[in-house]
């Protein structure tokens, strides 16, 4: 394993991915645990994988992830992001394949908070007409 590691942040609403990634054999570590292990569901293990299969770098670089805050959908794309943003560092020439693919880009959407007088952020009471 090389020493020189390249470092890429993934965001995504209250879950924050620190992604490191160096040249190696394809192994993935996500706060020490594989990603069969920590993401259970399907979807969650192809969203962090998507960004190696865009840039076609399965198999050939190590992904090491410290993940944070939010649920496990909101890590899962962190760390998408995360991995998309490090390769990017590495190989500048993926630029536009991660970018078409929508894998730079930051999800704007948060929970919209809860207002007074209502049960949530939309809930209100019932309207009585009578």
Known sequence: MEDKYIWGTGRRKNAVARVRICSGTGEIKINNRTVEDYFPRLIWQSQVMQS?????????????????????????GAVRMGIARALEKMNPELHSALKKDGLLTRDPRMVERKKFGQKGARGKRQYSKR
């Open 52 to 76: 190696l299969k865009t840039a076609g770098m399965e198999g050939r670089v190590d992904v090491f992830v410290n993940a944070s805050g939010g649920g496990l959908t909101g890590q899962a």
